[in-house]
Structures are given as structure tokens and as C-alpha cells.
């Protein structure tokens, strides 16, 4: 007998992101409820069928989501935040709850629930928000009609539910209250059983239970509290049986919280972590299941059968191939969908990738060979895969594209030297206040403006050959040009050049450096209806000319204001790529660093005097558990510094962050010694500042004021409240006045009456604090 294959979730666009378009129509007011509902069930159907194709034997159903499978949760649970009560058309309330609602005629103006990254993932969800008055209600519509939605179509699903402990973990308590989110596990716990028995009522047999909190590092309490609930939830006879799911890490110490609680089935991602197959197979219970997670949901390289067979095969050999799945190691929501739709990429290249649909039948295959020794010998059609499998593999490893010499040799000449400005911040900082002399409160943007229709459609019709780059280039710059204009008219202090000729601010940077691939429908969720094309970085990074420069000079011209040059960070092109499996990340980090540095300086000797890099994803590359962040951080962190320590003291090294806890790393920004760090914050109301203030954060820093993600206008009276409340933090001199991220997903109207307010702002904090000076 076959092990059985499945696979913990699928991408959830459509192969050519039709939900997105659907999405955005619907919010745009231009489709009904209805028209949306049908694209979701179009989608649905089609991944269903082909996962069914593909031969596997548990399919999930609940990995759909109109925006956030967490916010899903939410739902489910009844655990919507009473500020959105007044608002009763349910999926009016759901967006509401995502995006912020502003309906003036209506007297409705709430803002959106805070969103952070998933995981390590590029992925953000929506962030549960609970207080001492929340209470919990069961509301599994969606759940069960999407089961039986499937069911109809002749296709039993596995839904997947995400469990109570990672829903509480993952969840923010409001401020003012003291209880911990477990408090609510015993008002959660009857809920899931609820929702387990009526699930059992219809039929269904077995449900994916995400619990993937299971891989961090958990205090004393927590472990018990887990290990309570999970018990609980087993002895519930009245259920489906329970895989328990857990991906990107090792359990270690939490393995005895999943193997004591007496479910059915245990899931482990051996891509990530591969080194807990043995600890698992040794103690697991004798009635579990156990799948591997052996296909990588998180990166795009073709898995290595043969390698992989061997340790499917360890496994088979310990407990039976009766009792063992086999899967991706987490849902493949991280991959883009179908590898077919890539036409651009060279053979060889292709060759070596696998997207969500070629992993189906990597998992099949190895499914099919998990009772054979040698699979390729024994099967003539799937023979064929093995053997193809192999030689591709092979390609790979011998490739010359893959090398650069002379990179090689300059990593290896590294010095500390190299990673350090020439003086302390305080010496710089006295003299890019002689060379600036900005005002107090300083105000800024984070780099990108509205990538309007125009700029879109001016892209796509050079980049289908309708419009010539001359003609895209002239059409580039009257663009930067107005925007120029526009934020002198609204009085920034510091100026960017709006960003319109980059779609992506890695996609950008990779297409001008040696070592990436593109794809055309290479698309992942980011958040909502957003998708990232992240490029594939395969080989050697080498930079052949300047990146950037010209654009620098030509928008500096424009303006006798200071306009900042704007730079992706290593860390975050690294983070927000495909990158290769076949050396360690530092290493692939430190080549992006080099290339920076190089564009860095170049831009220096150019005549810019501010030059931001940006790193909003150095937070979300560390590791899960504490235990390993040190080694990161100290090569992410000297990452930054070598690409940014070879300018001058009275260059200005901006950086920028944004959408996630800094709380925890505040030492390693410190130590990135950019002269000026600008935040996100104005979400969580100041609160993610104030360790900036207990810290005593020492350069100068800029806490958004003005949340990009929202279509909403902040009033000045709002942005006024959260500088005094940043003013209470730090000393207002180090303050800069900025929103919380780029503005390129926001339209100009709403843009320039927003700037205004916040120039209005930082003007009447100016008046202020020189008043009270007097
Ligand atoms: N400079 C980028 C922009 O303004 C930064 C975006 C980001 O932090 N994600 O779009
Ligand atoms: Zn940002």
C-alpha cells in the first residue's frame, strides 16, 4: 500500500489573480456581492479538480479567504471588535475590519485591525484584537459551505481550521487589559467543539488543525495551557479526527505537547527542519499518523526526489507506510500557482523550479514510490520523472551561471572596516544639521507615490512593445516631474522622487542585477488583494552599472529641495526573493550588500546628499526561535552597514521599517546606525514607539503618523495626537514627521489632502514646542 498524498493549502488567486481583479472591482463599487461570490467559487472548483487530478487523497477545503484566513478565524469565532458592530451587512463588516471603512454621509469612520507578518512569511494577516469584554460565537457559514461546496463536486475536503491556542497566540489583548489571549481558551474551547461535532454531523472525517505556534519557543504556562486544550479537544469524542498541523520549524520541546494529546495525526515540515524526523518517528503515539511535510511550501526549487525518497523511506520503514502522509511542508499559499504559465524563462532555468501545481505531482510521485527501494527502476511513466528529476538536479549543481569568480573574491576580503561609517552618530549628525538645516519636526515621505492607472497602463504598453522606451522614459519623468511639484506645493520638507518607474521596490533592483530570474505570473499574497512577484535569485549577485543614479540626478534637478535616492536593503531583497537553497543566506545577503554599496556611493558622488535603504523586512527574517535570532541579526544588521558605511559623514543614511514588532531587535537597529530610521506605528497608536523611548533610541527617528493601508484621511488634529504622543517619548528633536509606508496603492486625492494635514501638523508642533521653549 501507497502512503496517502495531501497538501496543507493552495494559492488562493487564481492563475491569473482573478480574485484580485474581483476584489478590487467589488471595493471599487463596480461588481456585486454576488459576482465576487461567483469568481471564489469559480476558483474553488478549479484548485479542488486539479489537486484531485494531481492524486491527492486529502484536499483542504478553508484555505480560501476573501482576504486573511486569520480574519476568517475571526469570524468564525464571533471575535469581531465591537467598533465594527454598527455595521451590519456582513461583508461590508469583514472589509471593514481589513481595511478601515470611511462612510462621511453614513457617520461611519473606523479604522482597520492591525496586520502583521505570518510567520517568517511575506504573508500578512490580520491581527485579532481582544479586550476583557469579548465575547465568543460560533459562526462556521463559511467553513461548511465551502465543505460542501466540494462535496457537491464529488470532492471529500480536509478542512482547515486554524486552532485555538495559535488563534489566541497570534492575537493582541487591548492595552488596558491584564489577562493574557489564553484566558479565553475555556470560552473558546466549547466552540471548537461545537464546530468539530457539527462538522462530524456532516460527514466529515478528517480536519487539518493548524497549530503552528507549536514551533516556537513557549514559556512554562503557555506549554501547559497548550497541552491542556489540545487534550480536551482530544478526549471530544463527538469529532472528525484531528491532524494537527505544524510548519516552518521544529517542534523540539513542544513535540510531547502534540504526541501526549492523544489526536490523530501529526504533521512536521522536514524542509525547514528536517533534522526532527527521528526524535518524531521515536515518540510518537502508535494509533498517530504522521505526515511529512517533504515538499517545500516555501520556495520554488524542484524538490529532490530521490534524496527526499530516502527519508520518506526512513519513515516508511519505522511505522508502516498505513500510518504516513505524505505532503507540502506548509500550504503552498507561499508558492506562485502553475509553472506553465511561464513562457520568458529560459529551459534550463525552468527546469529547475517547481510551482504549486508541480509540487502536486512531486508529492504524488513520491507517494507512488514510498513501498519501492529504488522508484526509478520500477515504473516506466513515472520512471521517466525520476530520471528527469535527477538530471535536472544535476544541471543545476554543475551550472556555471550559478558562479561569479570575482564576487567570491571580494566576499572573501571583507573587512570590519568596511562595515563602519568614519565617525560616531553625533559627529555626523552635528554636521548634516550644518549641511541640512531642516526644521524641527521635519517632514518626509517614504518614497513611493500613487502608481495611478497612467502609470500602469504607460508600463504595460511599453512593456508590450506599444509605447517605446523613449516615449515610457519622457512619460517616467513628467510623472516624477509633477510629483515633484506636488510635494513642494504641499511643503515637505524632504522630497522622494515617487518611485513610478519600479513596479516592485526588490522586482526593481533584481532586474538590474546579475543573478535573478523573472517570472510573468510568478504571483504570491501579500496581504489582501496585493500580490508580490518575487524574483528567483540563482546565482552570483553582481552589479554591472549604476541602478539608479541617473534617476537620482535627474529628480535632484528638479528642486532646490533635498530629494532622497532610494535603495532597497540586502536583507529585504533577500527576504522578499526566491532565493537559492544551495548556499547559506548570508552569504547570498552579503553579495546583495556589495552591489548596494557600490550604487550607495555612486549616488554620493552623484551630488545626493540623503540616501534611504530601505529594510522592512529585517524583522521578519528572523528565525522563529529565539535561540538562533543572534546569529541573524549580526549578519543581517552588517549586511545594512556594508552597503551603507562607505559614504561620507554629512551623507545622510536614511533607513525605513514597517509592520512588525521592533520591540525585541531595538538593540540591532541600533546598531544599523542609520541617521535617520523612519517607522511604521500609527496603526497601534504610538504603542510600538514607546520601546523606542525606553530604549533611549539615540538617532533620529520618524514614527508614522498616517496609516497607508487605508483609503481614510487622517484629520491633523489625529497626527498632532500621535506626535505628542511620540514627543512624550523621545526628545522632539530627534522627531521626523512621515506616514507609516509608501503611498503607492493610495489614490493622489486622498494622498494630498493627508500630506497637508500632516505638514499642517508638524507646523503646529513646531509653534508648539517653540513656544513652550520661550
Ligand atoms: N520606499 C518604499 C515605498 O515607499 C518602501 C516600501 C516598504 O516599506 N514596503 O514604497
Ligand atoms: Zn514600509
Same mark, same amino acid.
Given at each position: ?465 506599444? +509605447? &517605446? $522606451? ?5 512619460? *517616467?519623468?513628467?510623472?516624477?516631474? %509633477?510629483? =515633484?511639484?506636488?510635494? /513642494? ?104 550588500? +556589495? &552591489? $548596494? ?5 555612486? *549616488?554620493?558622488?552623484?551630488?545626493? %546628499?540623503? =540616501?534611504?535603504?530601505? /529594510? ?106 500621535? $506626535? ?5 517619548? *523621545? ?44
Amino acid at each position: 500500500m501507497s502512503v496517502l498524498a495531501t497538501c496543507l493549502g493552495y494559492p488562493r488567486f487564481g492563475k491569473a489573480r482573478e480574485l484580485k481583479k474581483s476584489l478590487e472591482s467589488f471595493w471599487a463599487g463596480k461588481i456585486s456581492e454576488e459576482e465576487l461570490n461567483e469568481t471564489g467559487k469559480n476558483i474553488r472548483k478549479q484548485h479542488w479538480l486539479e489537486m484531485k487530478r494531481a492524486g491527492m487523497n486529502h484536499i483542504p477545503s478553508n484555505d480560501f479567504s476573501y482576504y486573511d484566513h486569520v480574519l476568517d478565524t475571526i469570524v468564525l469565532l464571533g471575535a469581531t471588535p465591537k467598533r465594527y458592530g454598527s455595521i451590519s451587512n456582513p461583508i461590508a463588516r469583514y472589509f471593514a475590519m481589513a481595511r478601515g471603512l470611511q462612510n462621511k454621509s453614513a457617520g461611519i469612520d473606523t479604522s482597520a485591525l492591525e496586520m502583521t507578518k505570518w510567520f517568517d512569511t511575506n504573508y500578512h494577516y490580520i491581527v485579532p484584537e481582544l479586550n476583557d469584554e469579548t465575547k465568543f460565537s460560533l459562526n462556521p457559514k463559511k467553513l461548511i459551505s465551502e465543505w460542501e461546496e466540494a462535496y457537491e463536486l464529488g470532492i471529500e475536503t480536509r478542512p482547515v481550521i486554524l486552532g485555538p491556542v495559535s488563534f489566541l497566540l497570534l492575537s493582541k489583548m487591548d492595552l488596558n487589559s491584564k489577562k493574557s489571549p489564553l484566558h479565553f481558551l475555556k470560552d473558546l474551547l466549547p466552540l471548537y467543539k461545537e464546530l468539530f461535532s457539527l462538522l462530524k454531523k456532516k460527514g466529515v472525517r478528517w480536519i487539518q488543525l493548524d497549530e503552528p505556534c507549536l514551533v516556537l519557543e513557549l514559556e512554562k504556562g503557555i506549554q501547559s495551557s497548550y497541552q491542556n486544550a489540545l487534550t480536551e479537544i482530544a478526549k471530544f469524542s463527538e469529532r472528525p479526527k484531528i491532524l494537527v498541523t505544524t510548519y516552518f520549524g521544529d517542534l523540539k520541546e513542544n513535540l510531547k505537547i502534540a504526541t501526549a494529546s492523544k489526536l490523530d495525526g501529526l504533521h512536521i515540515d522536514l524542509v525547514r527542519a528536517p533534522e526532527q524526523l527521528e526524535t518524531v518517528l521515536a515518540s510518537l503515539p502508535p494509533e498517530y499518523i504522521l505526515s511529512l511535510g517533504l515538499v517545500d511550501g516555501r520556495n520554488i526549487w524542484r524538490t529532490d526526489l530521490e534524496a527526499t525518497h530516502k527519508i520518506l523511506r526512513t519513515a516508511v520503514e519505522a511505522i508502516g507506510s498505513e500510518r504516513i502522509f505524505v505532503g507540502s511542508s506548509s500550504s503552498l499559499l507561499h508558492v506562485p500557482e502553475d509553472l506553465n504559465g511561464e513562457n520568458q524563462l529560459d529551459t534550463e532555468l525552468k527546469s529547475w523550479l517547481s510551482f504549486a501545481l508541480q509540487k502536486l505531482s512531486e508529492i504524488k510521485a513520491l507517494a507512488e514510490a514510498s513501498g519501492k527501494e529504488v522508484p526509478s527502476q520500477t515504473y516506466l511513466v513515472s520512471g521517466y520523472m525520476w530520471l528527469e528529476n535527477k538530471k535536472a538536479l544535476k544541471t543545476r549543481k554543475n551550472s556555471p551561471r550559478t558562479k561569479n569568480q570575482k564576487v567570491r573574491e571580494r566576499l572573501e576580503k571583507i573587512s570590519e572596516g568596511d562595515k563602519k561609517r568614519k565617525s560616531t552618530f553625533i559627529n555626523r549628525q552635528t554636521l548634516q544639521q550644518k549641511r541640512f538645516s531642516l526644521p524641527t519636526f521635519p517632514t518626509t515621505t517614504i518614497g513611493s507615490f500613487p502608481q495611478t492607472n497612467d502609470v500602469r497602463s504607460a508600463r504595460a504598453s511599453w512593456k508590450s512593445g506599444k +509605447l &517605446s $522606451l523613449e516615449n515610457y522614459n519622457r512619460f *517616467l519623468k513628467e510623472e516624477t516631474k %509633477q510629483c =515633484i511639484a506636488k510635494q /513642494e506645493s504641499i511643503g515637505l520638507d524632504v522630497l522622494v522622487h515617487g518611485e513610478f518607474e519600479r513596479t516592485d521596490m526588490v522586482e526593481y533592483f533584481g532586474e538590474k542585477l546579475e543573478g535573478f530570474a523573472f517570472t510573468e505570473n510568478g504571483w504570491v499574497q501579500s496581504y489582501g488583494s496585493r500580490c508580490v512577484k518575487p524574483p528567483i535569485l540563482f546565482g552570483d549577485i553582481f552589479r554591472p552599472e549604476p541602478m539608479t543614479v541617473d534617476w537620482a540626478i535627474y529628480s535632484q534637478s528638479l528642486t532646490p529641495k533635498i530629494v532622497k535616492g532610494m535603495l532597497t536593503g540586502p536583507v529585504t531583497i533577500l527576504q522578499w526573493s526566491f532565493v537559492r537553497n544551495d548556499q547559506p543566506r548570508q552569504a547570498t545577503c552579503e553579495q546583495i550588500a +556589495l &552591489s $548596494l554599496r557600490d550604487e550607495v556611493n555612486d *549616488l554620493e558622488s552623484a551630488g545626493i %546628499q540623503m =540616501i534611504q535603504v530601505d /529594510e522592512p523586512a529585517i524583522r521578519e527574517g528572523l528565525p522563529l526561535r529565539k535561540s538562533e535570532w543572534k546569529t541573524y541579526l549580526k549578519w543581517a544588521v552588517d549586511s545594512f552597514r556594508l552597503a551603507t558605511s562607505g559614504v561620507k559623514d554629512e551623507t545622510q543614511i536614511h533607513t525605513h521599517m514597517c509592520y512588525s514588532e521592533f520591540g525585541e531587535i531595538l538593540e540591532s537597529i541600533e546598531a544599523m546606525d542609520a541617521d535617520v530610521l523612519s517607522i511604521e506605528t500609527s496603526r497601534s497608536q504610538m504603542e510600538l514607539f514607546r520601546d523606542f523611548g525606553k530604549s533611549g533610541y539615540k538617532n533620529e527617528i520618524g514614527p508614522g503618523v498616517y496609516d497607508i493601508h487605508s483609503p481614510r484621511v487622517p484629520s491633523k488634529e489625529e497626527m498632532i495626537d500621535l $506626535l505628542e504622543k511620540a514627543k512624550s517619548v *523621545l526628545p522632539y528633536p530627534q522627531l521626523w514627521v512621515n506616514p507609516d509606508c509608501g503611498l503607492k496603492t493610495r489614490g493622489w486625492p486622498e494622498v494630498e489632502e493627508a500630506l497637508r494635514n500632516m505638514v499642517e501638523a508638524a507646523e503646529i508642533m513646531r509653534t508648539k514646542t517653540e513656544e513652550y521653549a520661550k
